[in-house]
């Protein structure tokens, strides 16, 4: 029998009927193939931010740590100290964060230019005024490592150089301590200045001696003139050697330029509590006239200033101090007897 129309419409319906429910039962599997797919990629965007931010973050870290260490090891130089590796790994140490393991720490001794002059492990060779300090740290990943083909570990690295340099134009205090026959507070009188090594006495750091006031020691300049204080106005700029001026009133001034350094005197303060560099006055080549109001400098020296009565000042000479964030230029060596400061130049 031949198929009427109503049979063909009826199995065509069926056909249909079953494609459809085909096609709805192959779309559950079809989604979850697609979520594991999409879900891996979700996971491995989301692990490489998490741990690139990581990265990063232990990048900066290291850097942070290898300023720090040059910084110290620049110190060390400065200090002409000993070898400045042990600083250095100290330092950097120190700077590291805990989720790391840092697995390397270079040092060595560099000159103005960045040229290596030596291994840290050893004392600073002639030539040396500042060192390159390079680290790298190894810390596991956290989710990237689940990605097929993705790292365990990262390791991040970084270097920096920071060298001693001469400040020049920094003779601003309002004193001129005597270099020879100085007056202790405690009673006394005690050599500021070594001839004999061209640097300040070693028995004179942290002491505390009287360097203002009517019965401070003449430096063998007329007496009726000093009484230790500077004429900052002629001064400013001057460097030592060489012939500085002295006030002959009894009032000191204020400090004149910032010394940026730790305690250091601002623009304008009074000089007391705070560090200000003073001229080391002697009377070695000095024609002193009676006229005379120059006094020869041998050296600016950090002082720790205090005022106990009105128009009088003691001054304690601090030994290894460095300016900080002061404009400095090359050429230091350890003879070199003016204020310093240590820049990161790398």
């Not at 030539?127 to 990943?141: D, F």
């Not at 004179?204 to 000093?226: L, M, N, R, T």
């Not at 109001?293 to 009565?309: G, K, Q, S």
Request: charged share 15%; aromatic share 8%.
């Amino acid at each position: 029998m031949r198929p009427t129309d109503a049979t063909r419409r009826l199995t065509g319906l069926r056909g249909k009927f079953a494609a459809n429910n085909e096609s709805a039962a192959a779309h559950p599997g079809q989604i979850l193939i697609m979520f594991a797919f999409l879900l891996v990629a979700l996971l491995g965007s989301l692990g490489l931010a998490i741990d690139l931010g990581v990265a990063f973050s232990q990048r900066r870290t290291m850097q942070a740590a290898a300023d720090a260490g040059a910084y110290a090891g620049a110190r060390i130089v400065a200090k002409s100290a000993g070898a400045a590796m042990a600083d250095v790994t100290a330092v950097v140490s120190s700077n590291a964060m805990n989720m790391g393991a840092i697995t390397s720490i270079t040092c060595e001794y560099v000159n103005d230019g960045g040229a290596s002059v030596g291994s840290c492990s050893g004392n600073p060779p002639g030539g040396a005024t500042g060192v390159r300090v390079a680290v790298a740290e190894q810390h596991n990943t956290f989710f990237i490592k689940v990605v097929p083909g993705g790292p365990a570990t990262v390791t991040t690295s970084a270097s920096a150089r920071a060298n001693v340099q001469r400040v020049s134009g920094f003779s601003d205090g309002p004193f001129l301590p005597c270099a020879k026959k100085t007056q202790l507070v405690k009673g006394g009188i005690m050599d500021l200045w070594d001839d004999a090594n061209n640097k300040v006495a070693d028995a004179a750091w942290g002491q505390q001696f009287k360097i203002h006031g009517p019965q401070v020691e003449k430096c063998d300049i007329h007496p009726s003139k000093y009484k230790g204080l500077a004429d900052q106005d002629a001064n400013f700029n001057l460097t030592a050697p060489g012939w500085f001026h002295f006030d002959q009133g009894n009032k000191a001034g204020p400090a004149r330029c910032d010394v940026q350094g730790a305690d250091g005197c601002k623009a304008g303060q009074d000089p007391k509590n705070c560090v200000m560099f003073l001229p080391i006055i002697t009377n070695k080549g000095q024609p002193v006239p009676s006229s005379s109001t120059d006094a020869w400098v041998v050296a600016l020296v950090p002082f720790y200033i205090t005022e106990p009565n009105s128009n009088e000042h003691y001054g304690t000479p601090i030994k290894d101090y460095v300016l900080g964030g002061q404009e400095g230029t090359g050429g230091w060596d350890p003879t070199w007897n003016g204020p310093i400061t240590i820049r990161m130049t790398e």
